[in-house]
């Protein structure tokens, strides 16, 4: 099926323009109601920008048997239904049902007629999820990185600031998923992200998948040798990696420094730490600077900051590893009194570690932590608004991870599409969410094909004022063809009327 896959993807190509065009001038057009139709241009614009390749790609290398349906196509189908918002596989019969979208996945027309007419989908669920199972996790982070190779060459990754965070995929109930993992009493998985915190440019460049009780610190490794090994060395382009406490390890900390050049802001794990108790010996003869902060939930805050440098680590048998250097900041209220929580207790004293230096400009540490907050805010959270993704795909572990592995794409697909086209996305947010949609595919229209293979998305109302602009010239030509000819005018109105 790969021609037909091809000759698919070479024939039908969004043409508003052309297709319009051609229902005016009465050409014949093809017409089919499309449940996800109007000013869906993230389909046109991962077709345009190669981003549609790279995840029609991944490959299904645990295919052991061809079953008829390429595994490019699936993937198409696969994209689809992540675009239209639908967060169950099971839930998607709606989408394999919808003539137009099962031509851009990849179908051919044949195909999809035959499977109209006996009012089925051109697959059934069932297929496409044991296509995501057959998917490997190695198939899955090629496929990304190929993706992250493609953004960098194209520059729509820019800043070489990063933070990192885990988040966790709990399973309430069902202990039936393969290599399910346990904490105590929750069950699930575990999702370690590494994203671009550049305000507007926020862009994930590595995750990984695994069961709970996984250690992050070691998923984080693997990310950053990834990398490292398959897009471009790390120093040529991160330049700081903003970890919470709970990377905190001397060792580890000091280790990234080494091996990429890649610096570390972080917080030191507890204040109950040797290398804590230096800091506060040392803060003695530091230089305290006061700076204005307007934090989303506390307001206007003054914060008074200061630079240890030197400070020594130690590991578990009290060797000394290294040193880092560390920030202390306290925080006020704008009276100057020390500013509490909303439980009324004293806010804590924040001490931050990092591998930059401190001693000049101390404060510019504890303003590239706050940016963290970018990965929780445009990272887990968006991706649970826009992509669910603590639904899992499937019981099988390599259906989840290549379903996953979709979900970063399209989620840096979208964000690249925002900085690209701000005005124009955000009035198609709005009217999808005008129009309840979930996903960022939307209103029901027609889709419209022409014999020279251009694809149109029009409303009901714009399709008939074409075609009756159309009827409308052909009958201006044959009046002005019958009246050149000397035939008298109530002869051709009668023609007319026949």
Wanted: net charge positive.
């Amino acid at each position: 099926m790969n021609d037909r896959r091809e000759k698919s993807w070479q024939v039908w190509m969004l043409d508003q323009g052309a297709c319009e065009q051609a229902i005016a001038n009465g050409e014949p057009v093809e017409a089919v109601p499309t449940s996800y139709g109007q000013n869906d241009f993230i389909l046109q614009f991962l077709w345009e920008s190669g981003l549609w390749s790279v995840l029609t790609g991944m490959r299904a290398d645990g295919l052991r048997k061809h079953n008829g349906k390429s595994p490019a196509v699936l993937n198409g189908v696969e994209v689809i239904r992540e675009l239209a918002g639908i967060d169950r596989i099971g839930r998607c019969g709606k989408v394999l049902r919808d003539t137009r979208l099962m031509l851009q996945a990849g179908f051919n027309l044949e195909e999809v007629t035959r499977a109209v007419k006996e009012q089925r989908g051109v697959i059934d669920t069932e297929t496409l999820s044991n296509h995501l199972a057959r998917v490997s996790p190695g198939s899955s982070q090629s496929s990304f990185m190929e993706h992250v190779r493609l953004l960098r060459s194209r520059r729509w990754i820019r800043g070489g600031v990063y933070a990192a965070d885990a988040h966790e995929i709990i399973v309430p109930y069902g202990r039936q998923y393969e290599r399910l993992g346990r904490v105590g009493e929750k069950y699930g998985f575990k999702l370690v992200l590494i994203i671009n915190v550049t305000e507007g440019r926020e862009r994930i460049v590595g995750f990984t998948f695994a069961p709970l009780q996984t250690s992050e610190r070691s998923m984080l490794v693997g990310i950053l040798r990834r990398l490292e090994r398959e897009v471009a060395p790390l120093k040529k382009w991160m330049k700081i990696l903003i970890l919470d406490r709970g990377y905190w390890g001397a060792e580890y900390l000091l280790d990234i420094k080494k091996r990429y050049k890649v610096d570390v802001v972080t917080r030191f794990k507890h204040e109950g730490l040797d290398a804590v108790d230096w800091v506060e010996t040392a803060l003695g003869d530091a230089r305290w600077e006061e700076h204005p902060e307007r934090r989303s939930r506390l307001g206007r805050i003054r914060v008074r900051v200061a630079g240890v440098e030197g400070v020594p680590l130690y590991d578990e048998q009290r060797k000394l590893v290294g040193h880092i250097n560390a920030v202390v900041a306290d925080e006020y209220d704008l009276s100057g009194s020390p500013l509490r929580g909303e439980d009324g207790e004293l806010r804590p004293r924040f001490y931050y570690a990092t591998t930059l230096e401190t001693g000049a400009r101390p404060y510019s540490t504890r303003r590239l932590y706050l940016r963290r907050g970018g990965i929780e805010n445009q990272g887990f959270r968006e991706l649970n608004i826009r992509c669910s993704i603590d639904t899992l795909a499937g019981k099988r572990f390599a259906a989840n991870y290549a379903r996953l592995a979709f979900a970063m794409m399209l989620y840096n697909a979208e964000r690249v599409l925002r900085m690209k086209h701000p005005g124009p996305w955000e009035e198609e947010r709005e009217r999808l969410s005008a129009l309840g949609e979930r996903g960022l595919l939307g209103g029901p229209a027609l889709a419209a094909y022409t014999p020279q293979g251009q694809l149109g998305l029009l409303s009901a109302q714009r399709y008939r004022d074409l075609v009756q602009l159309a009827e409308r010239r052909r009958i201006a030509a044959l009046l002005r063809d019958h009246i050149a000819e000397g035939h008298d005018l109530g002869d051709v109105l009668g023609k007319l009327e026949q």
